[in-house]
């Protein structure tokens, strides 16, 4: 008979930092609370991975912009009191022991350690609140338990060009960590015999010779409270190079897919990558679904629309328009004649009644969603923007440099690396071109 006890694990999902890359996605929420993929948000990925994995004790920790994240996290995640589970948000506080800002991952970990030791765990497991993947969490941990390590280190296979922009690591042929570096050039990969063993490799595809760190990490309890007794305020950083060397740490393998969404876009990409044949993540998974807030919104209305290869959401009144791979989020209303062609729209949080509707009309201010014959392109369009008649956006080529820009008539929007960002509440008037 089996007596091993059943480890008691606590899952952190790190959500801290202030997203500049993010930007202006971000300039009003935390990264975490980013929508994505038409009615999600992006901390319902790692959220999902837990709660399928049966790790229901779920920590995240923010400080920046948080009031978007309470609410969605508020809406969507209640367990039942037997369940013994929560989804419970630690933002930054002032305590008698520390009374600043979290100065990085590890610095943010030590300072909740009071709230995650009433819970006597035994594991910890870090996860990042930006990256797209599905993991099986019991796999991993199981695979930490049985190999006897302090620390385990989720890690995934990259080519030699990808490679310079992770943290490398080296393993031996029973996948423990001998060695770490942080995005190195080629030259440094090619000199040091980086290259994954051939008795670790297993069915890794040929062209993946190195390992990169995915920012997931297993700690012992134990472990995790020496790790950071001391000043050093990063993971990747400080934290698993040194446990390297004084710890066993080893690798775990993940041969699935996985995308670090941090940028514009990455985050353009895999968004549009969802309306594929066969996306690289599919959201039909009956096994392992992924959670989100429930909105008891009406099925959309698609009235006399042509539509190909694009996801639409709950909610959306779309009439006489044409889309091409789009991903329309919920409450969306797209207008007569308009023509959208790899455009990410958020949606709205609310219907306009038809006195604020009226009181637009008499404003000269359109409504919320987009208007009548429009053509818009390579655009991600946020929560709540007003865009008007006749627009046209991103359609002739993008000549505006990356950063914010302002047209003469005051209209101000964003564009990075080609995309241009209509920001949350933009109002865009009739006939304005971009």
Not at 23 to 42: D, M, N, W
Not at 217 to 223: E, Q
Not at 291 to 315: F, Q, V, W
């Amino acid at each position: 008979m089996n007596t091993q006890k059943e480890p008691r694990v606590i899952a952190i999902i790190l959500g801290g930092g202030k997203g500049t890359r993010l930007y202006p996605l971000t300039k009003e929420r935390s990264k975490p609370a980013v929508p994505f993929g038409g009615k999600y948000r992006i901390v319902d990925i790692p959220i999902s991975n837990c709660i399928n994995s049966g790790y229901r004790k779920i920590y995240l920790l923010t400080q920046f912009n948080s009031a978007s994240l309470h609410h969605h996290i508020t809406n969507s995640y209640n367990f039942d009191r037997f369940s013994k589970g929560f989804v419970e948000i630690l933002a930054a506080e002032q305590t008698l022991e520390h009374s600043g800002w979290f100065e990085g991952t590890a610095d943010a970990v030590r300072k909740n350690f009071i709230h995650f030791k009433s819970q006597n765990p035994t594991h910890y497991i870090i996860l990042s609140g930006d990256q797209l993947y599905r993991m099986n969490l019991k796999l991993f941990m199981e695979s930490h338990i049985s190999s006897g390590a302090d620390i385990t280190i989720a890690t995934t296979a990259v080519n030699e060009r990808d490679a310079t922009g992770f943290g490398i690591m080296k393993i031996d042929g029973k996948h423990k960590i001998t060695e770490f570096i942080e995005k190195p050039s080629v030259d440094v990969l090619k000199s040091g015999n980086w290259k994954i063993p051939n008795d670790a490799r297993g069915d890794l595809p040929k062209e993946k010779e190195y390992l990169a760190s995915m920012g997931i990490y297993i700690f012992n309890a134990k472990t995790m409270e020496e790790a950071l007794d001391n000043e050093f305020t990063d993971f990747g950083k400080e934290i698993i190079p040194r446990a390297i060397k004084n710890k066993k740490v080893n690798s775990y393998i993940f041969n699935g897919y996985w995308e670090d969404i941090g940028t514009i876009r990455s985050f353009y990409n895999a968004t549009l990558d969802l309306t594929n044949y066969d996306p690289s993540f599919d959201f039909y998974d009956a096994d392992e679904p992924i959670y989100t807030h429930m909105r008891n919104l009406p099925p959309s209305k698609i009235n006399d629309a042509t539509i190909e290869n694009s996801l639409t959401s709950e909610g959306c009144v779309i009439s006489k328009c044409k889309l091409k791979q789009c991903v329309i989020g919920v409450r969306s209303i797209i207008e007569v004649g308009t023509e959208l062609d790899g455009v990410i729209t958020m949606g709205a949080d609310f219907y306009e009644n038809k006195e604020t509707k009226e009181e637009n009309t008499s404003s000269k201010r359109p409504n919320i969603g987009i208007g009548k014959n429009c053509k818009i392109a390579k655009t991600i369009i946020d929560k709540n923007a007003a865009i008007g008649d006749n627009c046209r956006i991103n359609v002739d080529g993008n000549k505006y440099p990356d950063g914010e820009n302002k047209l003469p008539t005051g209209v101000s929007f964003y564009s990075s690396d080609g995309i241009i960002v209509i920001r949350k509440g933009s109002v865009i008037p009739s006939g304005t071109i971009i």
